[in-house]
């Protein structure tokens, strides 16, 4: 049999590749991928490039790829330019935008104007959804430079990307395009292989600088929509920087029945409505035109409770919800022999279902480790809780699933529960999805746990959580709400003891305790700081309560003890807190007596305020006289309240034991206040600051005045 001459294929493959080598120095920027065509008959598309004799391909899923001459059949090259000129570009919406003069004095707070923003949404008869997305800007400072790089996050299985354009424009007209090699996908989790599923889409618009126009376009295809998936947009018409131009359209079948939505603005904000049907399609679409740049105010509620949006949701019960949560997270709880086998060991001496619970809350939190995995209730998969507790990590719904399991398997009365999180948006039960829940807790009789528990103590739910809404995965039912007394009050106690001696010198002890949500937040900051940071915090402060304040030492409770109060004791001194005036001494102001009023320091606002969290201050402070001196005069306590907040501050002087007691607690008692309210706020707040300029002046005794 004859020998066949591959040598001459060979070098015709190689010339052929040297010449896209020359290439790549002449263009650099590929329109759509190569393709390299194997003899097996497999194609592998991507960016082509030679490199140290050999043919790489890094295609957009997955790492760059080495292929052998001997299995290429053929390539094919598509190539585009790495720059060009506006004039001879024919895009309508990208011509108009560079013709419209932007006057910088009009916008002198805006980083850059949004030119052009649309967002094309369309739920196709097969239930798959297609975003295409287009944004044009322009650069006005530098602040704004940073709107050329691009980074979105999309699940591995269920979505793809396709970047249409990426694209600058210089002053002088001349576009630059995002080169195919100049965009990076990385996985997400790739450290835990469990939550390997998401990948990072990232790139930087080229030669971007003050000026720019910067101009991307996107197409996003998504997973089929269904319950667990619905349809639910919601498009804001309002934004940080000034928008000339804004336009969102829905598509959708009008077979479709269950596709609601609610517009959530008022005809003055000047929306252009456009709602029409045509054959089996339903179009919406919503335009506004020259949104002014949003100026933020402290405390502002999030944008879902002041910005005029419109929002749609493919409507599902409740119940509909809570049975397919149950199929997918059911299988997933069975228990190995080996996980049954510690469960009896775990509660082996515990008496009754609550100290059974507490043991399998505390082993799981020190034995499966909490990692930051993005978990969100639409696309949670549940892993197998055999597996969780094999690989000894998990995301926060894995943990609560993990939880459930044991306490199921103990034969203990538990549930999941599922909650909105009004912190982040408004909840409104007419337009519910399941994307409003994103909050899970396990219940367990009649306590409700918080399955991070590397930080949380037995029965401890973040305060966040209150005055949400929730449900439960296998018990049925409607919405409720978590009794308040089941949330323990975050706040951090301070006692703070002043021993003056005769020179003036002052010797301060202060005690810190941690309560409610506060403890876990204690523990996770002190935890993870080095010997040597933990000093300079103490340090810290001791110069923030007393001026000179010089560190003497501290304590620091077990971090991992989750059956004491986390805290903390530190002593320090000061030669700088009291100042002496003949006979008589003059105090610096009582410390932590000072209240904060920043975020009350404008005459008006324009947006409601909002508090995250029923905030509880509680501090104690005794104050040990010098021997031989009194209270000549004491600043007056003040104690006042309205229907948001309350705030007391007295003060106490003990003649027997010589001693001047400070107590404050201040406390929040609504979440929101009307920006009509904020005046009666701002009052309240301003009013009680007062004593942090009063001084407590000391005079000598009568007996001592005498010697």
Excluded at 360 to 371: F, G, P, R
Excluded at 437 to 462: M, T
Excluded at 618 to 634: N, Q, R, T
Excluded at 666 to 687: C, G, Q, R, W, Y
């Amino acid at each position: 049999m004859k020998k066949k001459n591959t040598a001459g294929k060979y070098i015709k493959i190689v010339i052929y590749l040297l010449a896209i080598s020359s290439l790549f120095a002449l263009a650099g920027k590929f329109a759509a991928a190569d393709v390299i065509h194997l003899k097996n008959g497999d194609k592998i598309s991507g960016v082509v490039s030679l490199k140290d004799g050999m043919v790489t391909v890094k295609p957009p899923y997955t790492e760059k790829l080495l292929i052998g001459f001997k299995e290429i059949q053929k390539i094919d090259i598509t190539r585009g330019k790495d720059t060009e000129e506006l004039a001879l570009i024919k895009d309508e919406a990208l011509q108009k935008a560079c013709a419209e003069k932007i006057n910088e004095a009009d916008y002198p707070n805006a980083g850059h104007v949004t030119l052009y923003k649309e967002e094309n949404y369309v739920y196709n008869e097969d239930h798959t959804v297609v975003t295409e997305s287009r944004s044009i800007i322009k650069v006005l400072k530098e602040r704004s430079l940073d709107a050329a790089n691009y980074v979105r996050s999309f699940k591995k299985e269920e979505e793809s990307i396709e970047i249409v354009h990426a694209r600058s424009v210089s002053a002088d007209g001349i576009v630059s395009n995002l080169r195919n090699d100049a965009v990076k996908h990385t996985d997400k989790y790739l450290a835990y292989p469990m939550y390997d599923k998401v990948k990072i889409l990232q790139f930087s618009v080229p030669e971007v600088k003050i000026g720019s126009i910067i101009d991307v376009k996107i197409i996003t295809k998504s997973y089929k929509a269904d319950c667990l998936n619905p349809l639910t947009y919601r498009q804001y018409f309002m934004s940080y920087e000034p928008v000339k131009f804004s336009r969102f359209t829905i598509k959708y079948p009008k077979s479709l029945k269950n596709i609601k939505y609610k517009k959530y603005f008022t005809p003055e904000e000047s929306v252009k409505i456009n709602e029409t049907a045509t054959g089996e399609t339903v179009i919406a679409s919503y335009e506004k035109s020259d949104i002014p740049d949003f100026i933020d105010e402290p405390m502002m509620p999030p944008f879902s409770y002041f910005a005029p949006n419109v929002k749609f949701v493919q409507k599902f019960k409740l119940n509909d919800i809570a049975a397919n949560l149950k199929e997918r997270i059911a299988p997933k709880t069975a228990l190995s022999d080996k996980m049954k086998s510690d469960l009896a060991e775990m509660i082996k001496d515990c008496k009754t279902a609550k100290e059974k619970a507490a043991k399998i809350y505390a082993y799981l939190s020190t034995n499966i480790k909490n990692v930051e995995v993005e978990s969100t209730i639409d696309d949670f998969r549940p892993n197998d809780a055999a597996r969780v507790y094999s690989e000894k990590y998990a995301s926060l719904f894995d943990r609560s699933v993990l939880l459930y399991s044991f306490l199921k398997e103990a034969g203990l009365e538990c549930d999941i529960y599922f909650g909105t999180n009004q912190n982040s948006y408004k909840f409104d039960e007419d337009m519910m999805s399941v994307y409003d829940f994103d909050n899970i807790l396990v219940g367990c009789g009649k306590d409700f746990l918080y399955a991070d528990s590397e930080y949380y103590p037995y029965g401890v739910i973040p305060e966040s959580y209150k005055d949400n809404k929730y449900f439960k995965v296998f018990g049925g039912g409607g919405l409720f709400e978590i009794a308040r007394d089941k949330f323990e009050r975050s706040f951090t106690d301070d006692l703070l003891t002043l021993d003056i001696s005769p020179d003036a010198r002052t010797v301060f002890h202060l005690q810190e305790f941690a309560h409610g949500s506060s403890d876990p937040s204690f523990r996770a900051g002190y935890k993870n700081l080095k010997p040597i940071k933990r000093k300079q915090s103490f340090e810290q402060t001791a110069s923030s309560i007393a001026n000179g304040g010089q560190l003497i030492g501290y304590t620091l409770t077990d971090v991992e003890n989750h059956n004491e109060k986390q805290g903390c004791t530190i002593d320090f001194e000061s030669p700088n807190y009291v100042s002496k005036l003949g006979d008589m001494y003059m105090l610096v102001p009582v410390p932590l007596s000072s209240i904060y009023t920043g975020f009350v320091s404008k005459e008006d606002r324009k947006y409601d305020l909002f508090f995250d969290n029923f905030n509880l201050d509680s501090v104690s402070v005794s104050i040990k006289l010098p021997e031989g001196y009194k209270v000549k005069y004491l600043p007056q306590s003040i104690e006042k309240s309205n229907e948001y907040f309350r705030i007391s501050l007295k003060l106490k002087y003990d003649e027997k034991k010589n001693e001047v007691t400070f107590t404050r607690n201040n406390e929040t008692l609504k979440k929101i206040v009307p920006v009509a309210n904020f005046k009666k706020l701002k009052d309240l707040f301003e009013s009680s600051a007062t004593l942090k300029k009063e001084r407590i002046i000391l005079e000598k005794a009568a007996a001592e005045k005498g010697k």
